[in-house]
């Protein structure tokens, strides 16, 4: 089994972990705009003294959607660790860990139908359809980016259960879709999770160059708002 350090800053949590042998050591930190002061100390907490090389095989990497800068934060520094000791990386989608996060968790139950979200922090939230299946999350479709009420299902049913800060748009969102689902907008990846999961093998590691990872930016149309228009952000 691989040592699979794991990171993710794409929400306002920043989460590493190190899964070493059935062991995870992690750190997970609720820091908001701050992941760039944070990340290196949390991963030197994580090593315990020991070298990137004696320690890790594989880095995973959110690549988002979510924060602009969260992003660049978490590819860079998987980057800048991967060319140092030539280790591959493998990106993931935020969304799904944190879908899985949110199961591992005990918050989902077999056959939830889940919309899990991240919010663009534009007046737009990011969101991803999919299933808890079998202790696993399996998605419907692809992550995207669209305003509350213009969500529409990419499932056969309405959510039983939305994760993810874009739950803070619920009474915009329309009433057809998610009616009758439990909302848990504190939902956050969480890399413990994730660094276990590719660790065991539960999900696939794709490795690859570290010039290979890129931020996957889901928005394309992008009507920025200064500070004072995006109101007050929890």
């Known amino acids: ?3 699979v350090l794991a990171l993710d800053t794409a929400t306002h949590a920043c989460t590493l972990a190190l899964y070493d042998e059935g062991e995870v050591r992690g750190c997970h930190e609720i820091v908001a705009r701050a992941h760039n002061r944070h990340i290196l100390g949390m991963l030197s907490v994580i090593l315990d003294g020991r070298g990137l090389a004696d320690a890790v095989d594989a880095i995973a990497c959110g690549v988002g959607p979510g924060s602009f800068t969260g992003l660049r934060v978490a590819v860079s520094v998987a980057q800048g660790l991967a060319w140092s000791q030539e280790l591959p990386v493998h990106g993931f989608c935020s969304l799904a860990a944190q879908a899985h996060a949110a199961g591992h968790h005990g918050l989902l139950q077999d056959g939830d139908c889940v919309l899990s979200t991240i ?21 419907d479709g692809k992550a995207f980016v669209c305003a509350p009420e213009d969500l529409l299902a990419e499932s ?19 009433e057809d879709l998610t009616s009758a689902a439990q909302w848990l907008p504190e939902v956050t990846p969480d890399a413990r999770v994730t660094a276990e999961l590719f660790g065991t093998g539960t999900l696939a590691l794709q490795p690859e160059p570290a010039h290979a990872l890129s931020p996957q930016y889901v928005q394309r149309d992008i009507g920025w708002k200064k500070l004072s228009e995006q109101g007050r952000r929890d």
């Open 1 to 3: 089994m691989p040592r």
């Open 156 to 174: 056969s049913q309405p959510a039983t259960v939305v994760i993810g800060s874009g739950a803070r748009y619920q009474e915009r969102i329309p």
């Open 119 to 139: 919010d663009a922090q534009i007046d737009q939230l990011y969101g991803l359809w999919g299933e808890w299946r079998e202790g696993a999350f399996v998605a």
